[in-house]
């Protein structure tokens, strides 16, 4: 499986605080994306890069959230002033395989937790 | 965008029991794939698949296009399989995750 780090893996800020999380792939591997999964749900999808590129960021509340793939490889994902509502788990996929089917794989997500 | 429906919601096993999940999508897919989130949170790939079946030991997979679903089997069931299970589908740029089996096998 393709690899996929994530930083931090747990978070405790309170409102109105600034967070960042990381994203850091194996090289080679075109389409990035950034879910967020809050408890009880399905993860949504925020933001999807291809390379250096945006190609969906419709979902993603773009006055508080942020975020920017250097060099087309590691992300960041960058929430200001954070809200009670954001506490979630952040998960970063990539999209890979040997045959570039479309199958993600996921890091392990980095837990967010707003008092 | 693509909705996902999941069955059912919620599912209790005695370990060793057989199950079956079932995901249907209102639109057609190309591309389908069921994940575990184990209890710490991460999604486990369990298969990758936009058509056919695929087997990989007591896990099995069946996806239907034409007819917009797909069936994920768990058989002789163990405590470890426990977990919230995702499928994910849809076709080309518009793929969406259902909202979860949540399985619990107890002993």
């Known amino acids: 499986e393709a690899g996929v780090a994530q930083s931090p893996r747990y978070k405790i800020i309170e409102k109105r605080q600034s967070v960042a999380f990381w994203c850091n792939p194996i090289?080679?591997?075109?389409?990035l994306y950034w879910y967020q999964q809050i408890l009880g749900q399905g993860p949504k999808l925020l933001i999807q890069?291809?390379?250096?590129?945006?190609?969906?960021d419709s979902q993603l509340p773009k006055d508080r959230f942020s975020a920017e793939r250097l060099k087309g490889v590691d992300s960041t994902l960058k929430i200001q002033p954070a809200k009670l509502e954001d506490s979630a788990v952040y998960l970063c996929?990539?999209?890979?395989?040997?045959?570039?089917?479309?199958?993600?794989?996921f890091g392990e997500g980095s837990r967010l937790t707003v008092l | 965008g693509i909705q996902v429906e999941q069955s059912p919601p919620d599912l209790i096993l005695q370990e060793g029991a057989n199950s079956t999940l079932r995901c249907n999508f209102s639109?057609?897919?190309?591309?389908l794939q069921w994940f575990h989130q184990n209890p710490w949170g991460q999604l486990i790939n369990l298969f990758y698949?936009?058509?056919g079946t695929k087997q990989n030991g007591r896990l099995s997979a069946t996806t239907v296009a034409t007819e917009r679903y797909s069936l994920l089997y768990i058989s002789s069931s163990q405590t470890t399989d426990s977990g919230v299970y995702f499928c994910?589908?849809?076709?080309?740029?518009?793929?969406?995750f259902g909202k979860g089996t949540l399985l619990t096998v107890n002993p």
């Open positions: 698949i936009p058509s």
């Open positions: 994910r589908g849809g076709s080309n740029y518009k793929l969406t």
């Open positions: 639109d057609s897919v190309n591309n």
């Open positions: 996929a990539i999209k890979g395989g040997l045959a570039d089917t479309g199958e993600l794989f």
């Open positions: 890069f291809q390379n250096n590129g945006v190609v969906d």
């Open positions: 090289s080679g591997h075109a389409t």
